[in-house]
C-alpha cells in the first residue's frame, strides 16, 4: 500500500523485510516485489516503482534527472530527501573507495523507458534505492558510487523477520534543490565563463550544461575541459552536451587508449591531422593463439560504418589549431549509432 501525507512534501509508504541476516552485504535498501536480487535487499516495497514515483510526485517532491550516459549525464541530479526510519538503523555503512558515507540522499524519478514509465517497475533488479549508482533507481546517493567499490561496504545491522511490515516517511523541506545553468565556451572567454559559475555554485548545488562554440580550436577546448574537470564535482555537475556537440570529457581521452591493445573494445579512428580525412574500423580476430585478439585496421568509408553498428566510440585525431566547427563535419557523416567521442590533439 502506498500513499501520499497530506503534507505536500511528505510521502509515505509501506514496506516488508526480505528477512536477509545481520552482516549480508546490501546493494539495494528498497526493490520492487519480485525483485530477482531480493538476497542482496533489504526491503520490498508494495506496490510497483512507478506507483512509488508518481505517489513522491504527488505529494511534491519533484522528479529529478536520472543518469542517461548516452546524452553524456553522468551525474544523478535531484531534490536532497530523508527517510525515517533512518537508513543507518538497518544497515552499516563503511567507507568504500572514492564514496563517502556522508552524501545525502535524493530523488532523481529514475530512468525511464520509451513509454515514460519507470524502467524499475519493469526490468530487474526493480531497484527503488540502490546503494550504488544504478540509472533505473529513483532514490540515489548524491554522488557517482561505483557497484564495484560499494560492494560489501554496506551490511545489514539487523536481522528482521521476513514480511515484517515498516512504515517510511520520505520528507523534502520544499525549497532545497540544484540550481541549473548554461553556458557557452568562445575564444578567450575561459575565465569570464569559470567565474561565473564559481558565484553560482555559491549558492548551493549547481548542474552545469556547457556546450563549445565551433570557432574554438581544439588547444583551447582542452584548456576548457581541464579547468571543468577540476570543479566537476556533487557541489557542481557537468552534464550534458548540445545536440551534436561536445561533451567536456571528449578532449582528456586516456593516454594509454593511444595503444590499440589497451582498448577494452575497438573504437572507429577518425584521422584528420594529415591529408584526406581517413575512417578505419579495427577488426578483431580472435581465432589466433593467446588471450588477445590480432588487430587489423581497415579504412573505410564514412557510408560503410553503418555496417559496424556495436561500434558506438569515435577516436578522433586533429591538429590542436584545428577548429571544432571542422572536425562536427566529419563526425555528421558518421552513424547516429556513434555517440561517444574523443579528441587526441596533435
Known sequence: MIFPSLAAAVFSFYATATGIAKGTPVEFFFAGEGSDRDYETMFLIEGSAEDFCKGIEAAGIPRGEAQ??????????????????????????????????????????GAR??????????????????????????????????QGNAYGHNLARVELKKGDRVKFTIRWDGETRPSRMSVRFCPGNLATVLKSIKERSLEGSLVVSASFAPELSVREAEAVANALSLIDSPKVKINGREKDGFFFQAFLPSIKWLDRKERLVQPFELHLSSG??????????????????????????????????????????????RTLGDITKFLAKLPRTVHTHYVYGE
Do not use: H
Open 113 to 146: 523507458g520509451q513509454s515514460g514509465r519507470a524502467i524499475a517497475a519493469e526490468e530487474m533488479p526493480l531497484s527503488v534505492f540502490s546503494l550504488y549508482t544504478l540509472d533505473q533507481s529513483p532514490l540515489l546517493f548524491d554522488g557517482i558510487v561505483e
Open 68 to 109: 542517461n550516459p548516452k546524452e553524456c549525464i553522468l551525474w544523478p541530479v535531484g531534490c536532497p530527501v530523508s527517510i525515517a526510519p533512518s537508513i543507518d538503523d538497518f544497515i552499516v555503512r563503511e567507507a568504500a573507495p572514492g564514496s563517502p558515507t556522508n552524501l545525502q540522499v535524493i530523488y532523481t524519478g
Open 276 to 321: 584526406n580525412p581517413r575512417l578505419l574500423f579495427i577488426e578483431e580476430d580472435w581465432s589466433v593463439e593467446g588471450m588477445d585478439p590480432w588487430l587489423t585496421a581497415r579504412e573505410i568509408s564514412f557510408e560503410e560504418a553503418v555496417k559496424y553498428p556495436q561500434t558506438d566510440t569515435c577516436l578522433i585525431y586533429a591538429k590542436k589549431d
